[in-house]
T-cell receptor, first 112, second 113 residues
Framework: DAKTTQPPSMDCAEGRAANLPCNHS???????VYWYRQIHSQGPQYIIH???NNETNEMASLIITEDRKSSTLILPHATLRDTAVYYC?????????????FGQGTRLTINP | ETGVTQTPRHLVMGMTNKKSLKCEQH?????MYWYKQSAKKPLELMFV???????ENNSVPSRFSPECPNSSHLFLHLHTLQPEDSALYLC????????????FGPGTRLLVL
């Protein structure tokens, strides 16, 4: 399974952009990069995913390097409600279903 | 509200009890998953069901027994658990095909005494 490496914690000021890095140097060509977040004691919430190109949705932007060995999740205007653990995951497909291997993630704290 | 519900939300049980966790998804998905999240540990995938067929058992002890009677419902039957099995148990679903996102329920917080 391709592994990911993330910083254990980060801080960001409210209203600023939060940039969360992730290394996935062993990713294979057909594996996607997924980002989820988990607010305390809740189930994880999907944020965004991508293969090669940069992606943007209403929650965030995902920047994937050309060699696909790393990516950055960008929350453009962080709010206090964005405080959570953010997981970068390389997704495997097994018999039509996903196998998501969660790591420790990055604990992001948004400060007022 | 993600469209995935779990009951009960909290459960306390003794080591000799038998209990069941229930998950229901209202999204029309056909793949369902059980995860375990212990304190200070990452989520661990336990079981995967695809069109009601179990496709993954991640070396889970037999005291955990999953059941998937149809593509909308998933159960986790618990029997003679240990205190170290205390954790948050999360259910998720996705549409078969693989690339689609997983939607998680709120979880059942289990305490084994």
């Amino acid at each position: 399974d391709a592994k990911t490496t993330q910083p254990p914690s980060m801080d960001c000021a409210e209203g600023r952009a939060a940039n969360l890095p992730c290394n996935h140097s062993t990713i294979s060509g057909n594996e996607y990069v997924y980002w989820y977040r988990q607010i305390h004691s809740q189930g994880p919430q999907y944020i965004i995913h991508g293969l090669k190109n940069n992606e943007t949705n209403e929650m965030a932007s995902l920047i994937i390097t050309e060699d696909r060995k790393s990516s950055t999740l960008i929350l453009p205007h962080a709010t206090l409600r964005d405080t959570a653990v953010y997981y970068c995951i390389v997704g495997l497909i097994i018999q039509g279903a996903q196998k998501l291997v969660f790591g420790q993630g990055t604990r992001l704290t948004i400060n007022p | 509200e993600t469209g995935v519900t779990q009951t009960p939300r909290h459960l306390v049980m003794g080591m000799t009890n038998k209990k069941s966790l229930k998950c229901e998804q209202h999204l029309g998905h056909n793949a369902m998953y059980w995860y375990k999240q212990s304190a200070k540990k990452p989520l661990e995938l336990m079981f995967v069901y695809n069109f009601k067929e179990q496709t993954e058992n991640n070396s889970v002890p037999s005291r955990f027994s999953p059941e998937c009677p149809n593509s909308s419902h998933l159960f986790l039957h618990l029997h003679t658990l240990q205190p170290e099995d205390s954790a948050l148990y999360l259910c998720a679903s996705s549409q078969r095909g693989g690339r689609e996102t997983q939607y998680f329920g709120p979880g059942t917080r289990l305490l084994v005494l």
